[in-house]
């Protein structure tokens, strides 16, 4: 029998043992006499997430389906898991931009001193680079007029560097224009701008301009300072505010149906690391009213696929709804919710993926294919989670009438 | 649907690799000394770099000087960088490192243990303690539950030895695997695993009283 590296894990110091009756401290499933105590390493690594392989993932999830005391030890751990996530923040913009500021200043000492140090070993050579400072004056007059010269010429170099200022990344005529040719963006620097009475001169502008502020910016280096959503009443689309921290700080305004903040939101899924889950539950909020744009699907497809935290992946798979269209977009949002029900290793997840399957296939929009029968078969013999199982077979027998199986 | 799967791997591969040649570019491009080069590496990690020094040593100030301390280390060494791992598990590495000397130098100067005084009030409170609950103005009694629970919390992760603290936050804040981790720390998976499993121990000893 096959032996995972995971049994390995700490047999003798697996720690407390669960306070059970000994009737419940032994592990029943035949040919394994587990105590609670040796499975709970690996119920740690089960609640830690992607960790184990398949081989110990069904062991343990069978255990621990068995044994009451193992489940509430799983059902502490993801609490306590959940309760230190809740405390853990990222960094806020401030602390972030006084970081890269002290670490430009340190990099131009570095720079500095890298200098000085060429020039103190061109002048007096490698041997004499630690007490050059003490002896220069016993050089002889011509390495004297050399020092003159690599320290002018040295000034040259550094002096401009030390003298530079920031050049920002968009000009302030760039920010301007895009503001009064489409209403929704507010760069902080244009915030006594002024009317541009010019209406055609805006409207061309706005042509050229669409996507110029946004790839201006840089997006993989500006970071998102905030995000506000206000919701109006009645059926109209929430308004989103988007503080962007680049060289120069910008605002954005808009709903989703503007390209500037559809580009901002759809990056924000795409690079899903850089920003925290509050803000990437917003952004596939408002994309959900867009959910039929290809780069729209693609993004939530990808955000199911990849995101970190379980929340926002079952938002998105919940933003995909009626998001298949024809063709190609519906065979990716299919594969987007099967790949979900199979592979994710959250049991909200994987509900929420077989509550869309059914809905799918109650829409007739999923066809009786050999990869969706498979996933729900697998699904139904081996999810963890009585529900999934259920909610597979009965997805099997909507789907299943013209299959053998 | 098959095809559709296989089209979605390979567009998603394409991507990864279109993403790794561009970091390599940049890489080389700082190695030769192009400096924009490097601050666009250092703006690629340094917000998940500093998220994770911030979570281990709890204080904004000394996360501050991990942060820097860590890129100054990548500048001055990115020359003997020879792309025999990835440029991340190499920063990681090194930021890792620093962060465990830190702890360790911490840990071995008795006037640091104390946390950072903070606070018009002259108070002394760490990281966890700032951190706002949900909506705290709004309910004083929640405020004044949160600022201990955050307490708690803080004293629950003192406990941890430094390795234990970098292995639970990189595993459950930067979401790493734990091999990943054996290989930044250049230990064995299985080391990293019974950091993690003493790790969590701990904590849910120290905070059992908060479930």
Same mark, same amino acid.
């Given at each position: 029998?096959?032996?995972?590296?995971?049994?390995? @894990?700490?047999?003798?110091?697996?720690?407390?043992?669960?306070?059970?009756?000994?009737?419940?401290?032994?592990?029943?499933?035949?040919?394994?006499?587990?105590?609670?105590?040796?499975?709970?390493?690996?119920?740690?690594?089960?609640?830690?997430?992607?960790?184990?392989?398949?081989?110990?993932?069904?062991?343990?999830?069978?255990?621990?389906?068995?044994?009451?005391?193992?489940?509430?030890?799983?059902?502490?751990?993801?609490?306590?898991?959940?309760?230190?996530?809740?405390?853990?923040?990222?960094?806020?913009?401030?602390?972030?931009?006084?970081?890269?500021?002290?670490?430009?200043?340190?990099?131009?000492?570095?720079?500095?001193?890298?200098?000085?140090?060429?020039?103190?070993?061109?002048?007096?050579?490698?041997?004499?680079?630690?007490?050059?400072?003490?002896?220069?004056?016993?050089?002889?007059?011509?390495?004297?007029?050399?020092?003159? @010269?690599?320290?002018?010429?040295?000034?040259?170099?550094?002096?401009?560097?030390?003298?530079?200022?920031?050049?920002?990344?968009?000009?302030?005529?760039?920010?301007?224009?895009?503001?009064?040719?489409?209403?929704?963006?507010?760069?902080?620097?244009?915030?006594?701008?002024?009317?541009?009475?010019?209406?055609?001169?805006?409207?061309?502008?706005?042509?050229?301009?669409?996507?110029?502020?946004?790839?201006?910016?840089? #997006?993989?280096?500006?970071?998102?300072?905030?995000?506000?959503?206000?919701?109006?009443?009645?059926?109209?689309?929430?308004?989103?505010?988007?503080?962007?921290?680049?060289?120069?700080?910008?605002?954005?305004?808009?709903?989703?149906?503007?390209?500037?903040?559809?580009?901002? #939101?759809?990056?924000?899924?795409?690079?899903?690391?850089?920003?925290?889950?509050?803000?990437?539950?917003?952004?596939?909020?408002?994309?959900?009213?867009?959910?039929?744009?290809?780069?729209?699907?693609?993004?939530?497809?990808?955000?199911?696929?990849?995101?970190?935290?379980?929340?926002?992946?079952?938002?998105?798979?919940?933003? #995909?709804?009626?998001?298949?269209?024809?063709?190609?977009?519906?065979?990716?949002?299919?594969?987007?919710?099967?790949?979900? #029900?199979?592979?994710?290793?959250?049991?909200?997840?994987?509900?929420?993926?077989?509550?869309?399957?059914?809905?799918?296939?109650?829409?007739?929009?999923?066809?009786?294919?050999?990869?969706?029968?498979?996933?729900?078969?697998?699904?139904?013999?081996?999810?963890?989670?009585?529900?999934?199982?259920?909610?597979?077979?009965?997805?099997?027998?909507?789907?299943?009438?013209?299959?053998?199986? | 649907?098959?095809?559709?799967?296989?089209?979605?791997?390979?567009?998603?591969?394409?991507?990864?690799?279109?993403?790794?040649?561009?970091?390599?570019?940049?890489?080389?491009?700082?190695?030769?000394?192009?400096?924009?080069?490097?601050?666009?590496?250092?703006?690629?990690?340094?917000?998940?770099?500093?998220?994770?020094? %911030?979570?281990?040593?709890?204080?904004?100030?000394?996360?501050?000087?991990?942060?820097?301390?860590?890129? %100054?280390?990548?500048?001055?060494? /990115?020359?003997?960088?020879?792309? $025999?791992?990835?440029?991340?598990?190499? %920063?990681?590495?090194?930021?890792?490192?620093?962060?465990?000397?830190? /702890?360790?130098?911490?840990?071995?100067?008795?006037?640091?243990?104390?946390?950072?005084?903070?606070?018009?009030?002259?108070?002394?409170?760490?990281?966890?303690?700032?951190?706002?609950?949900?909506?705290?103005?709004?309910?004083?009694?929640?405020?004044?539950?949160?600022?201990?629970?955050?307490?708690?919390?803080?004293?629950?992760?003192?406990? %941890?030895?430094?390795?234990?603290?970098?292995?639970? $936050?990189?595993?459950?804040?930067?979401?790493?695997? /734990?091999?990943?981790?054996?290989?930044?720390?250049?230990?064995?998976?299985?080391?990293?695993?019974?950091?993690?499993?003493?790790?969590?121990?701990?904590?849910?000893?120290?905070?059992?009283?908060?479930?």
């Amino acid at each position: 029998m096959q032996r995972d590296e995971n049994e390995k @894990l700490m047999p003798a110091t697996a720690g407390t043992p669960e306070k059970t009756p000994p009737s419940q401290n032994e592990d029943g499933a035949p040919g394994n006499s587990k105590t609670c105590a040796e499975w709970a390493p690996q119920i740690v690594l089960l609640a830690a997430g992607e960790e184990l392989d398949a081989v110990a993932l069904e062991r343990v999830a069978g255990h621990v389906a068995e044994c009451a005391a193992c489940s509430a030890a799983l059902d502490r751990e993801k609490e306590l898991l959940a309760l230190l996530a809740e405390r853990r923040k990222n960094p806020d913009a401030p602390l972030l931009a006084e970081c890269r500021a002290n670490l430009e200043d340190a990099l131009d000492r570095e720079e500095e001193r890298g200098w000085l140090g060429w020039i103190g070993r061109a002048v007096f050579g490698s041997n004499r680079q630690a007490n050059w400072s003490s002896n220069w004056l016993e050089a002889g007059t011509s390495w004297s007029a050399a020092l003159l @010269l690599a320290v002018g010429f040295s000034a040259g170099v550094l002096g401009p560097r030390l003298l530079r200022h920031p050049v920002a990344p968009v000009s302030p005529t760039t920010q301007k224009a895009a503001a009064e040719t489409t209403g929704n963006l507010n760069g902080d620097t244009d915030a006594n701008g002024g009317a541009n009475s010019d209406e055609s001169a805006s409207r061309e502008a706005s042509a050229a301009s669409t996507h110029s502020v946004v790839s201006a910016l840089d #997006l993989p280096t500006a970071d998102l300072a905030g995000i506000n959503v206000m919701r109006p009443d009645g059926g109209d689309l929430p308004q989103v505010r988007l503080q962007l921290q680049a060289r120069e700080p910008v605002t954005l305004e808009g709903n989703v149906n503007d390209d500037n903040v559809e580009q901002v #939101l759809l990056y924000m899924l795409n690079d899903n690391a850089r920003f925290c889950s509050g803000a990437r539950l917003d952004a596939v909020d408002l994309l959900r009213a867009r959910n039929s744009d290809p780069k729209v699907r693609t993004a939530l497809c990808h955000t199911v696929h990849t995101d970190h935290d379980a929340a926002v992946r079952l938002k998105a798979l919940e933003a #995909l709804d009626g998001a298949g269209g024809e063709g190609e977009g519906e065979g990716m949002v299919l594969q987007t919710v099967l790949d979900a #029900l199979q592979s994710d290793q959250n049991p909200g997840v994987r509900i929420e993926a077989v509550d869309t399957l059914r809905d799918m296939a109650a829409k007739g929009q999923v066809a009786s294919d050999d990869r969706a029968l498979a996933v729900l078969r697998d699904r139904m013999a081996k999810d963890p989670d009585t529900y999934i199982r259920a909610q597979s077979a009965a997805a099997i027998q909507e789907l299943g009438p013209h299959q053998k199986f | 649907m098959m095809e559709t799967s296989v089209a979605l791997e390979g567009v998603a591969s394409q991507a990864a690799a279109a993403k790794r040649a561009e970091e390599h570019a940049l890489v080389r491009k700082a190695q030769g000394g192009d400096r924009l080069a490097f601050e666009e590496l250092v703006r690629q990690y340094d917000r998940q770099v500093l998220r994770l020094a %911030l979570n281990i040593v709890n204080r904004p100030e000394d996360a501050q000087d991990i942060y820097q301390e860590s890129f %100054l280390r990548v500048y001055r060494n /990115l020359g003997r960088f020879r792309f $025999e791992s990835s440029f991340h598990t190499w %920063l990681y590495r090194i930021v890792t490192n620093t962060a465990l000397d830190h /702890l360790r130098r911490r840990t071995s100067r008795r006037e640091d243990q104390a946390p950072a005084p903070e606070g018009a009030d002259g108070g002394t409170r760490d990281f966890f303690d700032q951190q706002p609950t949900p909506h705290p103005a709004a309910n004083p009694e929640r405020r004044l539950m949160g600022r201990e629970v955050g307490e708690q919390i803080s004293a629950a992760m003192k406990r %941890l030895t430094p390795r234990e603290r970098v292995v639970f $936050e990189m595993k459950h804040n930067l979401g790493m695997r /734990l091999r990943a981790i054996g290989e930044m720390l250049g230990t064995s998976e299985e080391t990293v695993k019974n950091s993690l499993f003493r790790a969590t121990q701990k904590l849910r000893e120290s905070l059992a009283g908060l479930r």
